[in-house]
Protein backbone atom coordinates (compact mmCIF):
# COMPACT_ATOMS: atom_id res chain seq x y z
CA UNK A 1 0.00 0.00 0.00
CA UNK A 2 1.36 3.37 -0.80
CA UNK A 3 1.97 5.98 1.26
CA UNK A 4 -0.61 8.27 0.23
CA UNK A 5 -3.15 5.81 0.30
CA UNK A 6 -2.29 4.85 4.20
CA UNK A 7 -2.45 8.48 4.97
CA UNK A 8 -6.22 8.50 3.75
CA UNK A 9 -7.10 5.28 5.74
CA UNK A 10 -5.59 7.10 8.92
CA UNK A 11 -7.60 10.27 8.25
CA UNK A 12 -10.64 8.57 7.91
CA UNK A 13 -10.12 6.23 11.08
CA UNK A 14 -9.48 9.84 12.27
CA UNK A 15 -12.98 11.40 11.32
CA UNK A 16 -14.87 8.48 12.75
CA UNK A 17 -17.77 6.71 11.33
CA UNK A 18 -20.47 9.35 11.28
CA UNK A 19 -17.96 11.70 9.39
CA UNK A 20 -16.86 8.51 7.12
CA UNK A 21 -20.42 8.11 6.02
CA UNK A 22 -20.93 11.74 4.81
CA UNK A 23 -17.85 11.43 2.62
CA UNK A 24 -18.81 8.20 1.62
CA UNK A 25 -22.75 9.79 0.66
CA UNK A 26 -20.88 12.88 -0.97
CA UNK A 27 -18.76 10.98 -3.08
CA UNK A 28 -21.88 8.91 -4.44
CA UNK A 29 -23.41 8.97 -7.39
CA UNK A 30 -27.14 10.79 -7.05
CA UNK A 31 -30.02 9.52 -8.55
CA UNK A 32 -33.08 11.15 -9.66
CA UNK A 33 -36.36 10.59 -7.85
CA UNK A 34 -39.37 9.51 -9.00
CA UNK A 35 -41.27 13.14 -8.73
CA UNK A 36 -38.54 13.92 -11.28
CA UNK A 37 -39.59 11.58 -13.91
CA UNK A 38 -42.62 12.66 -13.84
CA UNK A 39 -42.04 16.36 -14.19
CA UNK A 40 -39.63 15.47 -17.61
CA UNK A 41 -42.47 12.86 -18.30
CA UNK A 42 -44.86 15.93 -18.53
CA UNK A 43 -42.83 17.93 -20.11
CA UNK A 44 -41.42 15.69 -22.67
CA UNK A 45 -45.31 15.03 -23.38
CA UNK A 46 -46.51 18.44 -23.50
CA UNK A 47 -43.24 19.47 -25.89
CA UNK A 48 -44.16 16.69 -28.63
CA UNK A 49 -47.83 16.94 -28.69
CA UNK A 50 -48.03 19.90 -31.08
CA UNK A 51 -46.01 17.97 -33.30
CA UNK A 52 -48.18 15.33 -32.78
CA UNK A 53 -51.21 17.09 -33.10
CA UNK A 54 -50.12 18.24 -36.43
CA UNK A 55 -49.89 14.76 -37.33
CA UNK A 56 -52.98 13.52 -36.23
CA UNK A 57 -54.51 16.51 -38.31
CA UNK A 58 -52.93 15.91 -41.70
CA UNK A 59 -54.21 12.24 -41.23
CA UNK A 60 -57.60 13.16 -41.11
CA UNK A 61 -59.56 15.30 -43.28
CA UNK A 62 -61.64 18.71 -43.11
CA UNK A 63 -65.08 17.57 -41.67
CA UNK A 64 -63.62 15.74 -39.37
CA UNK A 65 -61.66 18.20 -37.85
CA UNK A 66 -64.41 20.73 -37.58
CA UNK A 67 -66.35 18.19 -35.19
CA UNK A 68 -66.44 18.63 -31.29
CA UNK A 69 -64.42 16.76 -30.03
CA UNK A 70 -61.54 16.81 -32.34
CA UNK A 71 -59.81 13.44 -33.28
CA UNK A 72 -56.79 12.50 -31.19
CA UNK A 73 -56.10 9.20 -32.97
CA UNK A 74 -54.50 8.69 -36.33
CA UNK A 75 -56.83 8.62 -40.10
CA UNK A 76 -56.05 6.79 -43.13
CA UNK A 77 -55.95 10.09 -45.21
CA UNK A 78 -52.06 11.17 -44.03
CA UNK A 79 -49.99 10.39 -47.67
CA UNK A 80 -52.86 11.11 -49.44
CA UNK A 81 -53.33 14.80 -47.90
CA UNK A 82 -49.03 14.79 -47.79
CA UNK A 83 -49.19 14.30 -51.95
CA UNK A 84 -51.86 17.00 -52.21
CA UNK A 85 -50.03 19.48 -50.28
CA UNK A 86 -46.45 18.30 -51.90
CA UNK A 87 -47.91 19.73 -55.32
CA UNK A 88 -50.04 22.40 -54.49
CA UNK A 89 -47.59 24.52 -52.45
CA UNK A 90 -44.62 22.90 -54.92
CA UNK A 91 -42.93 22.02 -51.91
CA UNK A 92 -39.79 20.17 -53.49
CA UNK A 93 -39.31 23.75 -54.59
CA UNK A 94 -39.96 25.26 -51.51
CA UNK A 95 -37.65 22.80 -49.68
CA UNK A 96 -34.57 23.14 -52.12
CA UNK A 97 -35.38 27.31 -51.22
CA UNK A 98 -35.52 26.89 -47.87
CA UNK A 99 -32.06 25.23 -47.42
CA UNK A 100 -30.41 27.51 -49.84
CA UNK A 101 -31.27 30.36 -47.50
CA UNK A 102 -31.10 28.75 -43.94
CA UNK A 103 -27.44 27.51 -44.61
CA UNK A 104 -26.19 30.16 -46.12
CA UNK A 105 -27.66 32.70 -43.30
CA UNK A 106 -26.20 30.34 -40.79
CA UNK A 107 -22.57 30.37 -42.47
CA UNK A 108 -22.62 33.78 -42.99
CA UNK A 109 -24.07 34.51 -39.37
CA UNK A 110 -21.50 32.03 -37.50
CA UNK A 111 -18.64 33.29 -39.62
CA UNK A 112 -18.78 37.15 -39.40
CA UNK A 113 -20.23 36.98 -35.77
CA UNK A 114 -16.93 34.88 -34.73
CA UNK A 115 -14.56 37.72 -36.87
CA UNK A 116 -16.49 40.21 -34.75
CA UNK A 117 -16.77 38.58 -31.38
CA UNK A 118 -13.17 38.27 -31.62
CA UNK A 119 -12.21 41.79 -32.02
CA UNK A 120 -15.02 43.22 -29.88
CA UNK A 121 -13.37 40.85 -26.92
CA UNK A 122 -9.34 40.47 -27.22
CA UNK A 123 -8.38 43.60 -29.81
CA UNK A 124 -8.11 46.93 -28.85
CA UNK A 125 -8.99 49.95 -30.67
CA UNK A 126 -10.84 53.67 -30.05
CA UNK A 127 -14.64 54.04 -29.71
CA UNK A 128 -14.89 50.12 -29.09
CA UNK A 129 -17.06 50.08 -26.05
CA UNK A 130 -19.10 52.86 -28.13
CA UNK A 131 -19.16 50.59 -31.18
CA UNK A 132 -20.08 47.47 -29.23
CA UNK A 133 -22.96 49.31 -27.65
CA UNK A 134 -24.24 50.56 -30.70
CA UNK A 135 -24.41 46.64 -31.78
CA UNK A 136 -26.78 45.97 -28.94
CA UNK A 137 -28.79 48.72 -29.12
CA UNK A 138 -29.77 47.60 -32.98
CA UNK A 139 -31.48 44.43 -30.75
CA UNK A 140 -33.86 46.75 -29.21
CA UNK A 141 -35.09 48.62 -32.73
CA UNK A 142 -38.24 46.35 -34.14
CA UNK A 143 -37.60 44.80 -37.33
CA UNK A 144 -40.95 46.31 -38.98
CA UNK A 145 -39.23 49.77 -38.73
CA UNK A 146 -36.39 48.31 -41.08
CA UNK A 147 -39.32 47.58 -43.58
CA UNK A 148 -40.11 49.77 -45.98
CA UNK A 149 -36.29 51.23 -46.64
CA UNK A 150 -35.31 47.80 -46.99
CA UNK A 151 -37.57 46.70 -49.59
CA UNK A 152 -36.98 49.88 -51.45
CA UNK A 153 -33.22 48.90 -51.66
CA UNK A 154 -34.09 45.27 -52.69
CA UNK A 155 -36.30 46.57 -55.52
CA UNK A 156 -33.87 49.38 -56.60
CA UNK A 157 -31.45 46.32 -56.95
CA UNK A 158 -34.02 44.30 -58.75
CA UNK A 159 -33.58 41.67 -56.30
CA UNK A 160 -37.63 41.09 -55.56
CA UNK A 161 -38.50 37.73 -55.66
CA UNK A 162 -34.87 36.42 -55.58
CA UNK A 163 -33.44 34.42 -52.96
CA UNK A 164 -30.39 36.54 -52.53
CA UNK A 165 -33.23 39.26 -51.11
CA UNK A 166 -33.84 37.28 -48.32
CA UNK A 167 -30.79 36.00 -47.41
CA UNK A 168 -28.08 39.51 -47.63
CA UNK A 169 -30.19 41.21 -44.76
CA UNK A 170 -29.73 38.50 -42.40
CA UNK A 171 -25.95 37.56 -42.61
CA UNK A 172 -24.98 39.07 -39.59
CA UNK A 173 -27.30 39.42 -36.16
CA UNK A 174 -26.36 41.59 -33.19
CA UNK A 175 -27.32 38.67 -30.86
CA UNK A 176 -24.74 36.55 -33.07
CA UNK A 177 -22.16 39.10 -32.28
CA UNK A 178 -22.37 39.71 -28.66
CA UNK A 179 -22.88 35.58 -28.01
CA UNK A 180 -19.36 35.17 -29.56
CA UNK A 181 -18.05 38.24 -27.76
CA UNK A 182 -19.58 36.90 -24.37
CA UNK A 183 -18.01 33.32 -25.00
CA UNK A 184 -14.23 34.46 -26.27
CA UNK A 185 -13.69 36.21 -23.85
CA UNK A 186 -13.91 33.17 -21.18
CA UNK A 187 -12.93 30.47 -23.16
CA UNK A 188 -9.71 32.48 -25.29
CA UNK A 189 -6.88 33.21 -22.93
CA UNK A 190 -5.58 36.45 -24.79
CA UNK A 191 -1.88 35.11 -23.18
CA UNK A 192 -2.77 32.61 -26.42
CA UNK A 193 -3.00 35.35 -28.57
CA UNK A 194 -0.28 37.21 -27.60
CA UNK A 195 2.01 33.94 -27.97
CA UNK A 196 1.05 33.75 -31.46
CA UNK A 197 1.87 37.31 -32.50
CA UNK A 198 5.46 36.59 -31.07
CA UNK A 199 5.81 33.57 -33.55
CA UNK A 200 5.05 35.87 -36.50
CA UNK A 201 0.99 34.42 -36.73
CA UNK A 202 -0.59 36.90 -39.30
CA UNK A 203 -4.45 37.83 -38.00
CA UNK A 204 -5.78 35.06 -40.72
CA UNK A 205 -3.92 32.38 -38.96
CA UNK A 206 -4.47 33.72 -35.36
CA UNK A 207 -8.22 33.11 -36.70
CA UNK A 208 -7.55 29.64 -38.17
CA UNK A 209 -5.70 27.93 -35.75
CA UNK A 210 -6.96 29.43 -32.56
CA UNK A 211 -9.78 31.54 -32.39
CA UNK A 212 -12.12 28.83 -34.48
CA UNK A 213 -10.53 25.98 -32.94
CA UNK A 214 -11.35 27.54 -29.65
CA UNK A 215 -14.72 28.81 -30.63
CA UNK A 216 -16.01 25.77 -32.21
CA UNK A 217 -18.88 24.79 -29.60
CA UNK A 218 -19.94 28.51 -29.75
CA UNK A 219 -20.21 28.57 -33.47
CA UNK A 220 -22.12 24.91 -33.13
CA UNK A 221 -24.70 26.69 -31.47
CA UNK A 222 -24.98 29.60 -32.94
CA UNK A 223 -25.33 27.84 -36.53
CA UNK A 224 -28.22 25.58 -35.06
CA UNK A 225 -29.82 28.72 -33.57
CA UNK A 226 -29.66 30.22 -36.88
CA UNK A 227 -30.54 28.04 -38.97
CA UNK A 228 -33.79 27.27 -37.25
CA UNK A 229 -34.50 31.01 -36.79
CA UNK A 230 -34.12 31.21 -40.65
CA UNK A 231 -35.82 28.50 -41.44
CA UNK A 232 -38.78 29.46 -39.77
CA UNK A 233 -39.21 32.88 -40.78
CA UNK A 234 -42.09 34.61 -42.58
CA UNK A 235 -42.23 37.95 -41.82
CA UNK A 236 -39.42 39.05 -44.16
CA UNK A 237 -39.67 36.45 -46.63
CA UNK A 238 -43.81 36.61 -47.48
CA UNK A 239 -42.47 40.18 -48.54
CA UNK A 240 -39.93 39.84 -50.47
CA UNK A 241 -40.46 35.88 -52.16
CA UNK A 242 -43.74 35.42 -53.85
CA UNK A 243 -45.36 31.70 -53.98
CA UNK A 244 -45.03 31.68 -57.61
CA UNK A 245 -40.93 32.42 -57.50
CA UNK A 246 -38.90 31.56 -55.91
CA UNK A 247 -41.08 30.55 -51.82
CA UNK A 248 -39.04 29.36 -49.24
CA UNK A 249 -41.04 26.58 -47.20
CA UNK A 250 -43.37 29.53 -44.97
CA UNK A 251 -44.41 31.23 -48.33
CA UNK A 252 -45.24 27.94 -50.60
CA UNK A 253 -47.39 27.30 -47.26
CA UNK A 254 -49.61 30.59 -47.71
CA UNK A 255 -50.92 28.79 -50.85
CA UNK A 256 -52.73 26.22 -48.85
CA UNK A 257 -54.66 28.69 -47.16
CA UNK A 258 -56.65 30.00 -50.06
CA UNK A 259 -60.18 29.33 -50.81
CA UNK A 260 -63.48 30.03 -49.54
CA UNK A 261 -63.28 27.15 -46.66
CA UNK A 262 -59.13 26.45 -46.39
CA UNK A 263 -58.73 22.81 -45.53
CA UNK A 264 -57.43 22.00 -42.50
CA UNK A 265 -55.67 19.24 -43.10
CA UNK A 266 -53.75 19.83 -45.85
CA UNK A 267 -52.34 22.56 -44.41
CA UNK A 268 -51.59 20.53 -41.36
CA UNK A 269 -49.85 18.37 -43.96
CA UNK A 270 -47.88 20.86 -45.24
CA UNK A 271 -46.40 22.46 -41.79
CA UNK A 272 -45.45 18.68 -41.49
CA UNK A 273 -43.72 18.45 -44.50
CA UNK A 274 -41.97 21.60 -43.58
CA UNK A 275 -41.10 20.34 -39.98
CA UNK A 276 -39.62 17.39 -40.81
CA UNK A 277 -36.18 18.47 -42.59
CA UNK A 278 -35.66 20.51 -38.72
CA UNK A 279 -36.18 16.91 -37.31
CA UNK A 280 -34.14 15.22 -39.30
CA UNK A 281 -30.93 17.25 -38.47
CA UNK A 282 -31.33 17.02 -34.80
CA UNK A 283 -31.71 13.70 -34.88
CA UNK A 284 -28.43 13.53 -36.96
CA UNK A 285 -26.41 15.92 -35.50
CA UNK A 286 -27.82 17.16 -32.15
CA UNK A 287 -25.79 14.86 -30.66
CA UNK A 288 -22.34 16.92 -31.88
CA UNK A 289 -24.86 19.58 -31.09
CA UNK A 290 -25.17 19.00 -27.23
CA UNK A 291 -21.75 17.70 -27.03
CA UNK A 292 -20.29 20.85 -28.01
CA UNK A 293 -22.54 22.74 -25.61
CA UNK A 294 -21.45 20.50 -22.85
CA UNK A 295 -17.69 21.13 -23.93
CA UNK A 296 -18.12 24.95 -24.04
CA UNK A 297 -19.57 24.70 -20.69
CA UNK A 298 -16.76 22.87 -19.03
CA UNK A 299 -14.26 25.41 -20.74
CA UNK A 300 -15.68 28.23 -19.47
Same mark, same amino acid.
Request: glycine share 8%.
Given at each position: +??T %??????????????????????????RH?G?LT????I?? %???S @????? *? %??????????R @???T???????G??F?????? *????N?? !???L?? !?????????G????????G??F??????F????????IGT +????????????? +???A?L??TD??QSV????????????????Y @?M???? !?E???A????G????R?? *????????????A? @???? !?????????? *????????N?????Q???TG??????P????I???A???????L????????Q?VG??M??????
Open positions: +MS %TAVREVRKAQDRGPGQTRGVRKAGRQAKYAILVF %TVG @LFPLV *W %TAIAASRNNT @LAQPPPFWFGNLKNLGIA *WTDAMG !TALNT !TVVAGAVAATVLFSTFAFAAKLRFRKSLMLLLV +MMVPPQLSVVPLY +MMIKQWQLILPTLVSAFGVFFMRQ @LEALP !TLIEARVDASSIVM *WHIVFPAARPAMV @LGML !TFVMAWNDFF *WPIIALTQGSPTVVALLGRGFIDQSVMAGLLGTLPLVAFVLFGKIGIQGAVKG
